[in-house]
């Protein structure tokens, strides 16, 4: 009796066993019918575009005949969550798309593997095969962890036959223009705006504090966001919403104010708004273009952001990961991609393509990259920039509020977050 | 031997849901009290050896930030209006559902149960949309009956309101069959010898099955209470916190700063303070409970 029970509980907790050590990681080597070894490695996409990955990885297969690659597909918000237990428990994906502001927290965890060593063997991932901005995304501290795979950078989306009707015949060309053509527009009348400025938007405010001259940081790591180039910046974005040219709580998404009326006609987006606006609002079909950002004091430098692919720190598939990274990378591959997804190739090459030279679309999205800029590469910046956000609300909903003061305020916040 | 294991027996019956608390309740409970003493964030995570020891450090800062403070004060707002309107509504629900004689309020137990059973994400997206200021229904109705819009979710007191409205219609549901069944457990004795004293229904509700459902109110009122203090799926889906953190609630302070932000050892800090504030409350409950004579 003794025995029988002891055997069930024995029994149980080996069951009980198989079913968690089922949940851990499954890419390991296992022998195909011909008898080759085969290695499975897992991939780790992220948002809509990450849909689409696995017949990439489908071709790569068919080049690869002994590497398996399994993708999944994460939503963008829930993402950081699963990445955060891969690295708590070293287990995860082999390959990881890693979007490019997560890279210095994750790279500062010592989750991505410094590539430099690898370079000879692998030449495709050689950084002067990329554009140099979108590189300096994937480098943390010298490290070279995260290879350019697609970019994106904001250009300004704008209604033509709207904006004809106020006087501009072209897209507005400094920020005094914006301003002027933004006002106009939102006077044609009740529930009507110029510019959809986004305030969730995270890197916007930088961006805009670049073009009319601050540097965000000076040499020694100390924020700046107190000075009169960054204040006047918030001065600026808020203008637009104490004139009533941009629109707060409206409960519209961009697309649905920049179609049919254009209720709000113009706004600052990344390349994937080119298709969402075909798609869902083929109304307007050559009534609306898009064109570099109008230019503050300094010049009119857009950000640049995207997705690097990364190999996995506690991988053990070092190599058949690089060797997928690097067919992620190749020109034809980004072409591809770009073809299923509508995401701009990071690699230099690929635009001599005559797709990205002839459309105007991609011109201005080419043309804007030249010089386009990533957001500072420091492991607190995340944090920074979400504490912007909470001050900038506080500026745009509170009627005549003391930006010097709000700003003061979200300074000293930002050097107390540096300096933990 | 037989009385050995008879005597063992029980201890097996119980092990798979002792086992499951150790591991998943109690462990983490200590796990997090340790953490919130570490300067734990993503580097400290991959590799331990970054880790130190920073004392109350954390605490210290939870209690100064002013974000949580605000949170503090949400969550307290949340309990303060949302549990007894939770109580009273679902008591009066069950009431009138059990008063009632016709078929049709068996169909009623079911419609009014039904929002507990939706999925919570579902839920909140539709609610949005509902309270959505430019194609909101709400508005569109109060427009169309010529009363100005309401700020659903876009002033911080209203949107607070907002929310609350949402959590009391998903809660009613399940609290109302609690407190069927437990009307259901009152014998009918009581019923009929208020009757013959010539007791009106009125009088019925107040004295016999009021005092009788007290258990029933105290569970509910705990399970409630807990489960506000923990308010978390309706602000994190509708307002992420917003607007200028007015409905940020404790629990989704800890959720941002932990899982967001990266400063474990910061939301462990949070959480404890947390998981303090529903103990004492609960037990504040037991004592109140327990003082007064049970029937």
Not at chain 1, 76 to 98: E, R
Not at chain 1, 387 to 413: C, H, I, P, W
Request: with cysteine; glycine share 6%; aromatic share 12%.
């Amino acid at each position: 009796m003794r025995k029988k029970t002891a055997a069930t509980v024995l029994a149980s907790t080996l069951l009980v066993m198989g079913i968690l050590s089922g949940c851990g990681s499954k890419s390991a080597e296992t022998t195909d019918n011909s008898g080759n070894k085969v290695t499975t490695i897992s991939v780790w996409g992220m948002g809509e575009e990450a849909k689409s990955l696995p017949k990439m990885a489908e071709l790569f297969e068919a080049e690869n005949p002994n590497i398996k690659v399994e993708v999944q597909a994460l939503p963008w918000d829930s993402a950081h969550d699963k990445l955060l237990t891969a690295v708590a428990s070293k287990k995860g994906p082999d390959v990881v798309q890693m979007g490019t502001t997560w890279i210095p927290e994750f790279a500062n965890a010592k989750a991505l593997m410094d590539l430099t060593p690898y370079l000879d063997k692998y030449p495709g991932l050689k950084q002067d095969n990329f554009y140099p901005g979108s590189v300096q995304t994937g480098t943390f501290e010298g490290a070279y962890v995260g290879v350019p795979w697609y970019i994106d950078t904001r250009v300004l989306y704008y209604r033509t036959d709207l904006l004809k009707e106020v006087g501009y015949d072209q897209a507005p060309k400094t920020w005094a223009e914006m301003q002027d053509a933004a006002k106009k527009l939102a006077d044609r009348g009740q529930g009507k705006y110029g510019f959809a400025l986004d305030v969730k938007e995270q890197s916007l405010s930088f961006m805009l504090a670049r073009q009319n001259g601050s540097e965000l940081f000076d040499a020694a790591g100390k924020p700046l966001f107190n000075q009169p180039a960054f204040v006047d910046t918030v001065k600026y974005m808020n203008s637009f919403v104490e004139n009533g040219s941009a629109p707060v709580d409206l409960g519209i998404d961009a697309i649905q104010g920049f179609r049919g009326d254009g209720v709000a006609p113009m706004f600052i987006s990344g390349p994937w708004m080119v298709q969402l606006i075909k798609d869902q609002a083929p109304d307007i079909d050559g009534k609306w273009a898009t064109a570099v950002l109008p230019a503050g004091k300094d010049n009119n430098f857009s950000s640049l952001g995207g997705s690097n692919m990364s190999v996995f720190q506690y991988t053990k598939n070092a190599e058949a990961s690089l060797k997928f990274v690097e067919f992620m990378a190749k020109p034809e591959t980004q072409l591809k991609w770009m073809e299923l997804t509508k995401s701009l190739p990071s690699s230099k090459e690929a635009w001599n393509n005559p797709v990205l030279q002839e459309d105007a679309n991609y011109k201005v999205f080419g043309e804007q990259l030249k010089t386009a800029i990533p957001m500072p590469s420091t492991k607190q910046f995340e944090e920074i920039a979400q504490n912007f956000l909470s001050s900038f609300e506080k500026v745009y909903r509170t009627k005549g509020a003391d930006v010097q003061k709000e700003m003061d305020d979200f300074n000293k916040k930002a050097e107390s977050i540096i300096n933990k | 031997m037989k009385g050995f294991t008879s005597r063992k027996a029980p201890y097996f019956f119980i092990a798979p849901a002792i086992i499951l608390l150790l591991v998943f309740s109690l462990l983490p409970i200590f796990v997090a009290l340790f953490i919130s003493f570490t300067n734990m964030d993503l580097a400290g995570l991959a590799d331990y050896s970054n880790l130190s020891f920073i004392g109350f450090k954390n605490y210290i800062n939870v209690l100064s930030d002013p974000v949580f403070l605000k949170a503090i004060f949400n969550t307290l707002f949340y309990v303060i209006i949302g549990v007894p309107l939770v109580i009273v509504t679902s008591l009066g629900v069950a009431l009138l559902i059990n008063l009632g004689t016709s078929k049709i309020f068996k169909v009623f137990r079911v419609v009014y149960y039904l929002p507990s059973v939706t999925n919570v994400v579902a839920v909140a997206v539709v609610w949005t949309y509902l309270y959505n200021p430019a194609f909101g229904l709400f508005n569109y109705i109060l427009e169309s009956m010529n009363l100005s819009a309401i700020p659903w979710l876009t002033d911080p007191t209203v949107a607070k309101l907002s929310l609350i409205l949402m959590a009391l219609w998903r809660a009613v549901g399940l609290n109302m069959i609690i407190f069927i069944a437990a009307l259901q457990g009152i014998p009918k004795s009581y019923y009929e010898a208020a009757q013959l004293d010539g007791a009106n229904t009125w009088q019925q509700v107040t004295k016999i099955t009021i005092p009788m459902l007290k258990f029933a109110i105290f569970f509910v009122s705990i399970t409630t209470m807990i489960g506000w203090l923990q308010f978390f799926e309706e602000p994190f889906i509708m307002t992420k916190g917003g607007p200028l953190d007015g409905t940020m609630s404790a629990a989704l302070f800890i959720y941002k700063n932990g899982f967001q932000l990266s400063n474990f050892g910061y939301a462990a800090a949070g959480s404890f303070i947390l998981f303090i504030a529903v103990i004492a409350v609960t037990l504040v409950q037991y004592r109140v409970q327990a003082k007064e004579s049970d029937y």
